[in-house]
C-alpha cells in the first residue's frame, strides 16, 4: 500500500484554469502523470509470476479484507487520485474484459514503457514522435508474436488444460491447479454453441461460491445449483427423483392488489371465514400446480409481498412439492435457459408444456453446519450452461478461488476466440525485445531510436518473474538473450526450478490473445499518457 | 460633489483601461489553454473533475475543453460560446476559433498600447476579414458535378480532420466509415439517423458501420429471436396494473375471495391491455418503460417480441428511423402509425447480446459500432468521429474545398497584407495585425510538433509569393509541403466560420470598455 500512498501524494495541485501555461509546465505535468503512473505498475510489480506474492488490501470504509494476487482486482480497489493512475486502473480493466488474464503483465509492460519514455523525453524527443514509433513497434510486435505462436484445435484437451494451468499456477490456488485447470476447459467447452464455434459467452457458466470443506471439492455439475436451502414446513420434499420444474413468476401467498385494500371484519364468525378463505384460495392454486403433474416449484423474488408463506409451504409440503424460493430476476433467464421451460406469471397459465424436466432435484448438504444447497441434475434438453460449484475453507480462499477460476475460464475463451497457443515465462518478451531490437537497426531516424528503447523496456517481465522467483535477474535475462540469440526462440524462464528451459516443453503456455492484447492495451494507454500536457480541472 | 454610489453594494465596476486589460488577459489565457491541441501534433489535456466520482476525460477537442471549463472572466466566456456555436454550426475548427480571436486580441493590445482607438482597428480589422474572405473564395475548388472527385474530396476532409485526433492511426478506416455514414443520408444534415454505439473491448479497427439500427437491450424471456418482415409499435405506457390516480385512494371489502376477486380484475385489465396491443396486428413491441412478468409471459404467448426499458433516445431514434410513431393509448388501432422494417434479430458485439433492426423505412439510417480498449478511447474516439460527421455533412450540402495545413491562413494573410499597403492611415496597422494573427495559426501548429516554426513560416511565406502554390506544413516530415499531392483538405464552410466568428468575438471584445459586475441577488431570510 505504501506505493499506493506515493501515488496519492503525487497528485498535483489543482491547476487553475486562467493561469498562463509555458512549456515548463508542460513537461511537469507529463512527468508528474509518468511517475503517478509508475507508482501503480510499482504496487502490482511484485505480483507477477508463478512465485509472486499476493497483497492483501484492507478496505476504510467497511474494514473488510481481501487477498489477490489478480492484478485487475488489487488496481481495482487502489482507487488513484491522479488522473494518469486512473488511467492505469482502467488499463488493467480493459485487459480484464478483453483477455480475462494478464492483468498484472499489462500493468507492469506500461510501466515500463513509461519509463524509458520519460528518459526518451528527457533527452529532447517530441512526445508525438515517440507515441507514433510506440504504434508502429505495437504492431511489428504483435506480428512477431503471431509468427511464434502454434495453433491448437478444441479438441486438444491437453494443449487447453496446460494454459489454463499456466494461468492458475500464480494464483493462491495453485496447488490445486491440476483439478481446477480440467475443470475451467470443461466447462468452457461445454457451452461452446457448435453453430457459432467461435464465441463463448461467460455468463452461460455460473460459479456458485459456498462456504465450507476446501477447494478440493470444487466441482463442475451438470445442471444447476442454487445456493439455498429448499423451503420446507415439515415433512416437505428434500429430495425429488423424476422432477417436473416450473418456474413461477407469482406469489402463492394470499391475494393482495395494487390498490390500497382492507378487509373489515365486523364480526368473529367473518374472522373465521376469511381464514377459510384464504385456505381456500391458497389449496386452489396448489391443486392447480398439482394437476400438472409438477413436483419441483422455483419462485422468483418478489418485493411486493411475501413469495410463499407458512400456510402455503404447508399445503405443498402435504402436495409433495419441493420449493426454492427468493430467486433472483437475473437468474430467471439462466435458470430457464438450463432447464427448457418457460417462466410462468400467472397461475391461468400453468401448463404442462412450460415445465422443465430434470431426473433428480435434491438438496445436498455440505458437510456439516449450516451449507445445503440445491442441485438439479440430469435435465432433459438442458441448454448449453453450466455450473460450477466452487468451496473454500474461508470467505478470503473462496474469493481468491473464484477469481482465479474467472481468470482460468477467460483463458480457455481466449483460446476458443483465437486459436493459438505461445509460450510462457517470458520467452516471447524476450524474442520480442530481440527482434525489435534487431527491427531498430534498419529504421531511420529518431524512430529506430524510441523502437530499440521500447525493446528494452519489454524485457522488464523476465526481469521481474525472476526477480520474484528469488533468482538474479541480471543473469537470468542475460542468459535468457543468449539463449534466444542462438535460436531457441522458446527458451524461458522455469521458475520452479531455477533455470532456463524449454518453456514449451515445460508445458506452460498461455493464449496468445493474452500476448497481444496486453502490448496493444499497454501502448495505447501509454500513448494517451503522453500526448497529455495539461490536466485542467472542471466542474 | 462627486455621487458616491450608483451601484448597489456588492456589485463592483472596472473602467477604461482596466477594464480593457481583464479582457484581453482572460482571452489570451483561454487561448493560450487550447493552443496546444491544435494541429496533427497537438496534445491532449486531461479533464479533471471536481465533482462526485472524479470522473475523469482526456480529450483535444477545443469545444468539450472550453465547455467543462469554470469560468469568472467575461471575455473567456465569449470565446468560450463562439466555440460552442462553432461546433453547433459547422462541429469542427472549435479550437482555431478561440486561438484566431485569442491572436487578434493581442495584436489588438499592442495597438491600444500605442494610442490606436479601439474602433479604428475595428474598422481595419472589418476590411481584412472582408479581404480574407475574399481570398478563399477566390481558391476554393468545387467538385460537386463530379461524384467520384467529390467522394475524394469527402474522404480527405475526414482524414485531416481526423488526423489531428486519437483517431489518427486509423484514420482511413474511420474517413471511410464517416463518408460512408453521410452518404447515406443523402444530403440532410439529420445526424440523428446516425448512431454511434460504443461498447469497450476489441481495438479501434474493428468499428464497422452498419446499415440498420442496433438497440442495446435484451428480448424478453421465451420470445422469438427474430423476426423477418416486422411491424413495430413503439410505445411509451405503463404495463402494470392502471392505477386510480387519486391519493389514498383504497377498497373496503370484507372478505378474502373479494380481495382476490380484486386482483384478478387486476390481471385482466392488464391482460386486456396487452391484447389491445396485440390488436395491432404486430410482432414487435417495444416499450419505454417495464414491462413486467406478467405482460411479457401474454406476449411470449402470442409470438410478440417484446423490448422493456428502452429508453428515451433510443425509442425515438427507432421510430425515426422506422417510420412509425410513439404510442400511448391503443384503443384506435388504425389511427397508430406502426414502423416496419424487414428483420429483427439479436446479435452479438464483443460480449453482449443487442438487437439489430435491418432494413428500416428510413434508408438513411445507419449505426458505426465504435469499439475501442477503454472507456476513455471511446469517448474520445466518439467526440473526433462527431467532428467529422459534422464537417462531412456541411461539406455534402456546401461542396466548396480548400486545402488545409495553414495553407489558408497564408493566402488570407498575403491577401490582407497587400490590402495594408494599399490602405491609407492608421487602419493600416490594423490589417497588418490582422494578417500577423492568421500568422499565428501556422506558426502553432509548427510549434505543437516541436518544429522550427519561425523558420518554417518565413519559408511558406516565401512560396507563397509565387501564384498558384499549395504550399503549407508538412507535420510528418516537419517540412514545407504540397498540400494539394499529401491530400490534405478542409471545407470552406469550417474556414469561412472560423474567420468570421473569430473577427466579431474580438471586435466584440475590443468594443468592451466597462465591466460592471451586478450584485448577487440575495437569498430572502425566510426566518
Given at each position: 500500500?505504501?506505493?499506493?500512498?506515493?501515488?496519492?501524494?503525487?497528485?498535483?495541485?489543482?491547476?487553475?484554469?486562467?493561469?498562463?501555461?509555458?512549456?515548463?509546465?508542460?513537461?511537469?505535468?507529463?512527468?508528474?502523470?509518468?511517475?503517478?503512473?509508475?507508482?501503480?505498475?510499482?504496487?502490482?510489480?511484485?505480483?507477477?509470476?508463478?512465485?509472486?506474492?499476493?497483497?492483501?488490501?484492507?478496505?476504510?470504509?467497511?474494514?473488510?479484507?481481501?487477498?489477490?494476487?489478480?492484478?485487475?482486482?488489487?488496481?481495482?480497489?487502489?482507487?488513484?487520485?491522479?488522473?494518469?493512475?486512473?488511467?492505469?486502473?482502467?488499463?488493467?480493466?480493459?485487459?480484464?474484459?478483453?483477455?480475462?488474464?494478464?492483468?498484472?503483465?499489462?500493468?507492469?509492460?506500461?510501466?515500463?514503457?513509461?519509463?524509458?519514455?520519460?528518459?526518451?523525453?528527457?533527452?529532447?524527443?517530441?512526445?508525438?514522435?515517440?507515441?507514433?514509433?510506440?504504434?508502429?513497434?505495437?504492431?511489428?510486435?504483435?506480428?512477431?508474436?503471431?509468427?511464434?505462436?502454434?495453433p491448437v484445435e478444441l479438441s486438444d484437451r491437453?494443449s487447453l488444460?496446460?494454459?489454463?494451468?499456466?494461468?492458475?499456477?500464480?494464483?493462491?490456488?495453485?496447488?490445486?491447479?491440476?483439478?481446477?485447470?480440467?475443470?475451467?476447459v470443461d466447462a468452457v467447452l461445454s457451452v461452446v454453441d457448435p453453430q457459432k464455434p467461435d464465441l463463448v459467452d461467460l455468463?452461460d457458466i455460473?460459479?456458485?461460491?459456498?462456504?465450507?470443506?476446501?477447494?478440493?471439492?470444487?466441482?463442475?455439475?451438470?445442471?444447476?445449483?442454487?445456493?439455498?436451502?429448499?423451503?420446507?414446513?415439515?415433512?416437505?420434499?428434500?429430495?425429488?427423483?423424476?422432477?417436473?420444474?416450473?418456474?413461477?413468476?407469482?406469489?402463492?401467498?394470499?391475494?393482495?392488489?395494487?390498490?390500497?385494500?382492507?378487509?373489515?371484519?365486523?364480526?368473529?364468525?367473518?374472522?373465521?371465514?376469511?381464514?377459510?378463505?384464504?385456505?381456500?384460495?391458497?389449496?386452489?392454486?396448489?391443486?392447480?400446480?398439482?394437476?400438472?403433474?409438477?413436483?419441483?416449484?422455483?419462485?422468483?423474488?418478489?418485493?411486493?409481498?411475501?413469495?410463499?408463506?407458512?400456510?402455503?409451504?404447508?399445503?405443498?409440503?402435504?402436495?409433495?412439492?419441493?420449493?426454492?424460493?427468493?430467486?433472483?430476476?437475473?437468474?430467471?433467464?439462466?435458470?430457464?435457459?438450463?432447464?427448457?421451460?418457460?417462466?410462468?406469471?400467472?397461475?391461468?397459465?400453468?401448463?404442462?408444456?412450460?415445465?422443465?424436466?430434470?431426473?433428480?432435484?435434491?438438496?445436498?448438504?455440505?458437510?456439516?453446519?449450516?451449507?445445503?444447497?440445491?442441485?438439479?441434475?440430469?435435465?432433459?434438453?438442458?441448454?448449453r450452461t453450466t455450473?460450477?460449484?466452487?468451496?473454500?475453507?474461508?470467505?478470503?480462499?473462496?474469493?481468491?478461488?473464484?477469481?482465479?477460476?474467472?481468470?482460468?475460464l477467460?483463458?480457455v475463451r481466449c483460446l476458443v476466440n483465437k486459436r493459438f497457443?505461445?509460450?510462457?515465462?517470458?520467452?516471447?518478451?524476450?524474442?520480442?525485445?530481440?527482434?525489435?531490437?534487431?527491427?531498430?537497426?534498419?529504421?531511420?531516424?529518431?524512430?529506430?531510436?524510441?523502437?530499440?528503447?521500447?525493446?528494452?523496456?519489454?524485457?522488464?517481465?523476465?526481469?521481474?518473474?525472476?526477480?520474484?522467483?528469488?533468482?538474479?535477474?541480471?543473469?537470468?535475462?542475460?542468459?535468457?538473450?543468449?539463449?534466444?540469440?542462438?535460436?531457441?526462440?522458446?527458451?524461458?524462464?522455469?521458475?520452479?526450478?531455477?533455470?532456463?528451459?524449454?518453456?514449451?516443453?515445460?508445458?506452460?503456455?498461455?493464449p496468445?490473445l493474452?500476448?497481444?492484447?496486453?502490448?496493444?492495451?499497454?501502448?495505447?494507454?501509454?500513448?494517451?499518457?503522453?500526448?497529455?500536457?495539461?490536466?485542467?480541472?472542471?466542474? | 460633489?462627486?455621487?458616491?454610489?450608483?451601484?448597489?453594494?456588492?456589485?463592483?465596476?472596472?473602467?477604461?483601461?482596466?477594464?480593457?486589460?481583464?479582457?484581453?488577459?482572460?482571452?489570451?489565457?483561454?487561448?493560450?489553454?487550447?493552443?496546444?491541441?491544435?494541429?496533427?501534433?497537438?496534445?491532449?489535456?486531461?479533464?479533471?473533475?471536481?465533482?462526485?466520482?472524479?470522473?475523469?476525460?482526456?480529450?483535444?477537442?477545443?469545444?468539450?475543453?472550453?465547455?467543462?471549463?469554470?469560468?469568472?472572466?467575461?471575455?473567456?466566456?465569449?470565446?468560450?460560446?463562439?466555440?460552442?456555436?462553432?461546433?453547433?454550426?459547422?462541429?469542427?475548427?472549435?479550437?482555431?476559433?478561440?486561438?484566431?480571436?485569442?491572436?487578434?486580441?493581442?495584436?489588438?493590445?499592442?495597438?491600444?498600447?500605442?494610442?490606436?482607438?479601439?474602433?479604428?482597428?475595428?474598422?481595419?480589422?472589418?476590411?481584412?476579414?472582408?479581404?480574407?474572405?475574399?481570398?478563399?473564395?477566390?481558391?476554393?475548388?468545387?467538385?460537386?458535378?463530379?461524384?467520384?472527385?467529390?467522394?475524394?474530396?469527402?474522404?480527405?476532409?475526414?482524414?485531416?480532420?481526423?488526423?489531428?485526433?486519437?483517431?489518427?492511426?486509423?484514420?482511413?478506416?474511420?474517413?471511410?466509415?464517416?463518408?460512408?455514414?453521410?452518404?447515406?443520408?443523402?444530403?440532410?444534415?439529420?445526424?440523428?439517423?446516425?448512431?454511434?454505439?460504443?461498447?469497450?473491448?476489441?481495438?479501434?479497427?474493428?468499428?464497422?458501420?452498419?446499415?440498420?439500427?442496433?438497440?442495446?437491450?435484451?428480448?424478453?424471456?421465451?420470445?422469438?429471436?427474430?423476426?423477418?418482415?416486422?411491424?413495430?409499435?413503439?410505445?411509451?405506457?405503463?404495463?402494470?396494473?392502471?392505477?386510480?390516480?387519486?391519493?389514498?385512494?383504497?377498497?373496503?371489502?370484507?372478505?378474502?375471495?373479494?380481495?382476490?376477486?380484486?386482483?384478478?380484475?387486476?390481471?385482466?385489465?392488464?391482460?386486456?391491455?396487452?391484447?389491445?396491443?396485440?390488436?395491432?396486428?404486430?410482432?414487435?413491441?417495444?416499450?419505454?418503460?417495464?414491462?413486467?412478468?406478467?405482460?411479457?409471459?401474454?406476449?411470449?404467448?402470442?409470438?410478440?417480441?417484446?423490448?422493456?426499458?428502452?429508453?428515451?433516445?433510443?425509442?425515438?431514434?427507432?421510430?425515426?428511423?422506422?417510420?412509425?410513431?410513439?404510442?400511448?393509448?391503443?384503443?384506435?388501432?388504425?389511427?397508430?402509425?406502426?414502423?416496419?422494417?424487414?428483420?429483427?434479430?439479436?446479435i452479438m458485439?464483443g460480449e453482449?447480446?443487442?438487437?439489430?433492426?435491418?432494413?428500416?423505412?428510413?434508408?438513411?439510417?445507419?449505426?458505426?459500432?465504435?469499439?475501442?480498449?477503454?472507456?476513455?478511447?471511446?469517448?474520445?474516439?466518439?467526440?473526433?468521429?462527431?467532428?467529422?460527421?459534422?464537417?462531412?455533412?456541411?461539406?455534402?450540402?456546401?461542396?466548396?474545398?480548400?486545402?488545409?495545413?495553414?495553407?489558408?491562413?497564408?493566402?488570407?494573410?498575403?491577401?490582407?497584407?497587400?490590402?495594408?499597403?494599399?490602405?491609407?492611415?492608421?487602419?493600416?496597422?490594423?490589417?497588418?495585425?490582422?494578417?500577423?494573427?492568421?500568422?499565428?495559426?501556422?506558426?502553432?501548429?509548427?510549434?505543437?510538433?516541436?518544429?522550427?516554426?519561425?523558420?518554417?513560416?518565413?519559408?511558406?511565406?516565401?512560396?507563397?509569393?509565387?501564384?498558384?502554390?499549395?504550399?503549407?506544413?508538412?507535420?510528418?516530415?516537419?517540412?514545407?509541403?504540397?498540400?494539394?499531392?499529401?491530400?490534405?483538405?478542409?471545407?470552406?464552410?469550417?474556414?469561412?466560420?472560423?474567420?468570421?466568428?473569430?473577427?466579431?468575438?474580438?471586435?466584440?471584445?475590443?468594443?468592451?470598455?466597462?465591466?460592471?459586475?451586478?450584485?448577487?441577488?440575495?437569498?430572502?431570510?425566510?426566518?
Open positions: 500500500m505504501a506505493a499506493a500512498a506515493t501515488a496519492a501524494a503525487v497528485v498535483p495541485s489543482s491547476s487553475k484554469t486562467e493561469t498562463y501555461t509555458d512549456t515548463k509546465r508542460k513537461d511537469d505535468i507529463r512527468q508528474a502523470n509518468i511517475s503517478a503512473a509508475r507508482a501503480v505498475a510499482d504496487a502490482v510489480r511484485t505480483s507477477l509470476g508463478p512465485k509472486g506474492l499476493d497483497k492483501m488490501i484492507s478496505s476504510a470504509s467497511d474494514n473488510s479484507v481481501i487477498i489477490t494476487n489478480d492484478g485487475a482486482t488489487i488496481l481495482n480497489h487502489l482507487n488513484p487520485l491522479q488522473p494518469a493512475a486512473k488511467m492505469l486502473v482502467d488499463l488493467s480493466k480493459s485487459q480484464d474484459s478483453a483477455a480475462g488474464d494478464g492483468t498484472t503483465t499489462v500493468v507492469v509492460v506500461a510501466g515500463s514503457l513509461l519509463r524509458h519514455c520519460s528518459s526518451l523525453l528527457s533527452s529532447g524527443i517530441h512526445p508525438t514522435v515517440i507515441s507514433d514509433a510506440l504504434h508502429k513497434t505495437s504492431l511489428k510486435a504483435v506480428d512477431i508474436l503471431t509468427a511464434m505462436s502454434v491437453e488444460i496446460k494454459s489454463a494451468s499456466t494461468s492458475l499456477n500464480s494464483k493462491v490456488v495453485s496447488q490445486y491447479s491440476s483439478l481446477l485447470a480440467p475443470l475451467a455468463r455460473k460459479i456458485v461460491k459456498k462456504l465450507g470443506g476446501t477447494v478440493d471439492d470444487t466441482e463442475m455439475v451438470k445442471g444447476l445449483v442454487f445456493d439455498k436451502k429448499v423451503s420446507h414446513a415439515a415433512g416437505g420434499p428434500t429430495r425429488v427423483e423424476n422432477a417436473k420444474i416450473a418456474v413461477i413468476q407469482f406469489q402463492i401467498s394470499p391475494p393482495k392488489t395494487d390498490i390500497e385494500q382492507s378487509i373489515i371484519v365486523s364480526d368473529y364468525s367473518q374472522m373465521d371465514r376469511i381464514l377459510k378463505e384464504e385456505r381456500n384460495y391458497i389449496l386452489g392454486m396448489i391443486k392447480k400446480i398439482k394437476a400438472t403433474g409438477c413436483n419441483v416449484l422455483l419462485i422468483q423474488k418478489s418485493i411486493l409481498r411475501d413469495a410463499v408463506t407458512d400456510l402455503s409451504l404447508h399445503y405443498l409440503a402435504k402436495a409433495k412439492i419441493l420449493v426454492v424460493k427468493d430467486v433472483e430476476r437475473e437468474d430467471i433467464e439462466f435458470i430457464t435457459k438450463t432447464l427448457n421451460c418457460l417462466p410462468i406469471a400467472n397461475i391461468e397459465h400453468f401448463r404442462v408444456e412450460k415445465l422443465g424436466h430434470a431426473d433428480l432435484v435434491e438438496e445436498v448438504s455440505l458437510g456439516s453446519g449450516e451449507g445445503k444447497v440445491v442441485k438439479i441434475t440430469g435435465i432433459k434438453d438442458m441448454g455450473t460450477v460449484l466452487v468451496r473454500g475453507s474461508n470467505q478470503l480462499v473462496l474469493d481468491e478461488a473464484d477469481r482465479s477460476l474467472h481468470d482460468a477467460c483463458v497457443l505461445i509460450a510462457g515465462g517470458g520467452a516471447p518478451e524476450i524474442e520480442l525485445s530481440r527482434q525489435l531490437g534487431a527491427w531498430s537497426k534498419v529504421l531511420h531516424g529518431m524512430e529506430g531510436f524510441c523502437v530499440k528503447s521500447f525493446a528494452e523496456a519489454l524485457e522488464v517481465i523476465p526481469y521481474t518473474l525472476a526477480e520474484n522467483a528469488g533468482l538474479n535477474p541480471i543473469a537470468i535475462v542475460t542468459e535468457l538473450r543468449n539463449r534466444h540469440a542462438q535460436g531457441e526462440i522458446n527458451a524461458g524462464i522455469n521458475v520452479r526450478k531455477g533455470q532456463i528451459t524449454n518453456i514449451l516443453e515445460e508445458n506452460v503456455v498461455q496468445l493474452v500476448s497481444t492484447s496486453a502490448i496493444m492495451l499497454a501502448t495505447e494507454c501509454v500513448r494517451m499518457i503522453l500526448k497529455i500536457d495539461d490536466i485542467v480541472t472542471v466542474r | 460633489m462627486a455621487v458616491e454610489k450608483i451601484l448597489k453594494d456588492d456589485a463592483s465596476e472596472e473602467k477604461g483601461e482596466r477594464a480593457r486589460m481583464a479582457s484581453f488577459i482572460g482571452a489570451m489565457a483561454i487561448a493560450d489553454l487550447v493552443k496546444t491541441t491544435l494541429g496533427p501534433k497537438g496534445m491532449d489535456k486531461i479533464l479533471q473533475s471536481t465533482g462526485r466520482g472524479q470522473l475523469v476525460t482526456v480529450t483535444n477537442d477545443g469545444a468539450t475543453i472550453l465547455k467543462s471549463l469554470h469560468i469568472d472572466n467575461p471575455a473567456a466566456k465569449v470565446l468560450v460560446d463562439i466555440s460552442k456555436v462553432q461546433d453547433d454550426e459547422v462541429g469542427d475548427g472549435t479550437t482555431s476559433v478561440v486561438v484566431l480571436a485569442g491572436e487578434l486580441l493581442r495584436e489588438a493590445e499592442k495597438l491600444v498600447n500605442s494610442k490606436i482607438h479601439p474602433m479604428t482597428i475595428i474598422s481595419g480589422y472589418r476590411m481584412a476579414a472582408d479581404a480574407a474572405r475574399n481570398a478563399l473564395l477566390q481558391k476554393v475548388v468545387d467538385n460537386k458535378e463530379d461524384a467520384e472527385k467529390f467522394r475524394s474530396d469527402l474522404m480527405k476532409i475526414a482524414m485531416t480532420t481526423l488526423s489531428s485526433k486519437i483517431l489518427s492511426q486509423d484514420k482511413e478506416h474511420f474517413a471511410q466509415l464517416a463518408v460512408d455514414a453521410v452518404m447515406r443520408l443523402k444530403g440532410s444534415t439529420n445526424l440523428e439517423a446516425i448512431q454511434i454505439i460504443k461498447k469497450p473491448g476489441g481495438s479501434l479497427k474493428d468499428s464497422f458501420l452498419d446499415e440498420g439500427f442496433i438497440l442495446d437491450k435484451k428480448i424478453g424471456i421465451g420470445q422469438p429471436k427474430r423476426i423477418e418482415n416486422a411491424k413495430i409499435l413503439v410505445a411509451n405506457t405503463a404495463m402494470d396494473t392502471d392505477k386510480v390516480k387519486i391519493y389514498g385512494a383504497r377498497v373496503r371489502v370484507d372478505s378474502m375471495s373479494k380481495v382476490a376477486e380484486i386482483e384478478a380484475a387486476e390481471k385482466q385489465k392488464m391482460r386486456e391491455k396487452v391484447q389491445k396491443i396485440i390488436g395491432h396486428g404486430i410482432n414487435c413491441f417495444i416499450n419505454r418503460q417495464l414491462i413486467y412478468n406478467f405482460p411479457e409471459e401474454l406476449f411470449a404467448d402470442a409470438g410478440i417480441l417484446a423490448i422493456e426499458h428502452a429508453d428515451f433516445d433510443g425509442i425515438e431514434r427507432l421510430a425515426l428511423v422506422t417510420g412509425g410513431e410513439i404510442a400511448s393509448t391503443f384503443d384506435n388501432p388504425e389511427s397508430v402509425k406502426l414502423g416496419h422494417c424487414k428483420l429483427i434479430e439479436e458485439i453482449d447480446k443487442l438487437i439489430h433492426f435491418s432494413g428500416c423505412e428510413m434508408g438513411q439510417a445507419c449505426t458505426i459500432v465504435l469499439r475501442g480498449a477503454s472507456q476513455h478511447v471511446l469517448d474520445e474516439a466518439d467526440r473526433s468521429l462527431h467532428d467529422a460527421l459534422c464537417v462531412l455533412s456541411q461539406t455534402v450540402n456546401d461542396s466548396r474545398v480548400l486545402l488545409g495545413g495553414g495553407w489558408p491562413e497564408m493566402i488570407m494573410a498575403k491577401e490582407v497584407d497587400e490590402l495594408a499597403r494599399k490602405t491609407p492611415g492608421k487602419k493600416s496597422l490594423a490589417i497588418e495585425a490582422f494578417s500577423k494573427s492568421l500568422l499565428a495559426i501556422p506558426t502553432i501548429i509548427a510549434d505543437n510538433a516541436g518544429l522550427d516554426s519561425a523558420e518554417l513560416v518565413a519559408q511558406l511565406r516565401a512560396e507563397h509569393h509565387r501564384e498558384g502554390c499549395n504550399a503549407g506544413i508538412d507535420v510528418i516530415t516537419g517540412s514545407v509541403g504540397d498540400m494539394a499531392a499529401l491530400g490534405i483538405s478542409e471545407s470552406f464552410k469550417v474556414k469561412q466560420a472560423v474567420l468570421l466568428s473569430a473577427t466579431e468575438a474580438a471586435e466584440m471584445i475590443l468594443r468592451v470598455d466597462e465591466i460592471i459586475t451586478c450584485a448577487p441577488r440575495r437569498r430572502e431570510d425566510r426566518m
